[in-house]
């Protein structure tokens, strides 16, 4: 019982410690929610300026620097390693850098932790879905929220559902294994531009959320377009055909390789999404130079 009650304590020590950081973290952070390029047009100037501020942060010559900040996951203050990896000198790719030092979670990963955290509501016992599982993130919040299912896409002999020699779960995407209706909460970040048949992956997205359920994800996104870029498609006999440059990006479960991105995504995904089903969809902006 006393282990019960001090377990309980600690959890709301944590929530509450996590409420008052977070004031300070949303106070400075600028949030908009966005759903046509018309809408994004509107908000470019502050996004803009927002750039501007952080490009002057930049040093003179091509070397690491260090950013204070917020950490969210982390709860506290920290100095964020910023680099030019995914970039060239003199400029930064701040969606895939500025490293926490504590979580190792890059500004994309832990911008996704704050929105799935502090704006859709997430309880410890949740049953949630995760597109990955050999990753820091899925160790993370699978110790957060013991009822996570996490899976990787790990080759084609293999059917939805099946386990390899090292007890990872297969899922492809597109012919998800679960049930109807089975998680509140289905997470994705950085793999839907990797499967050919997009649709059909968000459409097994909306199956098997529960009524009221979320999908959350990251996806390589043309702000400043309209229509989706089909960078490749394979063909009807299995070969692939290029309509850009071929574009790799890192694999969890093969380093040396990378995996294809097949497209990048236009703001024609907001209608996509809600012709497949979902009441609501919007890209959810945000920026902070704290």
């Not at 839907?192 to 968000?202: D, I, M, N, Q, S």
């Not at 994800?217 to 229509?227: A, C, I, M, R």
């Not at 089909?230 to 790799?248: M, V």
């Amino acid at each position: 019982m006393y282990k019960h009650i001090l377990s309980l304590l600690s959890k709301l020590n944590d929530l509450v410690v996590r409420a008052i950081e977070s004031l300070k973290y949303k106070i400075s952070m600028k949030m908009f929610v966005v759903r046509s390029l018309d809408d994004y047009k509107v908000l470019k100037k502050n996004i803009d300026e927002h750039t501007k501020a952080l490009n002057q942060l930049i040093p003179s010559k091509e070397q690491s620097f260090e950013l204070q900040g917020y950490s969210f996951e982390a709860v506290s203050d920290v100095k964020f390693l910023v680099d030019f990896q995914y970039s060239t000198f003199p400029n930064v790719n701040w969606r895939e850098r500025v490293l926490c030092p504590v979580t190792g979670f890059n500004n994309r990963t832990r911008y996704s932790l704050m929105i799935l955290e502090m704006y859709v509501g997430i309880s410890r016992n949740d049953k949630v879905y995760i597109m990955e599982q050999v990753t820091g993130l899925f160790s993370h919040l699978k110790n957060k929220y013991p009822n996570l299912i996490g899976s990787e896409y790990i080759n084609d002999s293999l059917n939805s559902g099946d386990k390899n020699s090292s007890g990872i779960l297969h899922q492809d995407a597109t012919k998800l294994s679960f049930s109807n209706d089975s998680f509140k909460i289905v997470l994705s970040f950085d793999v839907f531009e990797h499967v050919p048949h997009f649709k059909k992956a968000f459409e097994e997205s909306f199956r098997v959320l529960k009524k009221r359920g979320k999908l959350i994800f990251t996806v390589p996104f043309l702000v400043g377009e309209d229509k989706t870029l089909i960078r490749a498609r394979i063909l009807s006999n299995g070969d692939i055909k290029h309509f850009c440059k071929p574009e790799y990006h890192g694999d969890p479960m093969e380093s040396e390789n990378g995996i294809l991105c097949f497209q990048h995504f236009g703001w024609d995904l907001i209608n996509l999404l809600k012709e497949i089903g979902f009441k609501d969809a919007y890209a959810k902006v945000g920026f902070s130079i704290n």
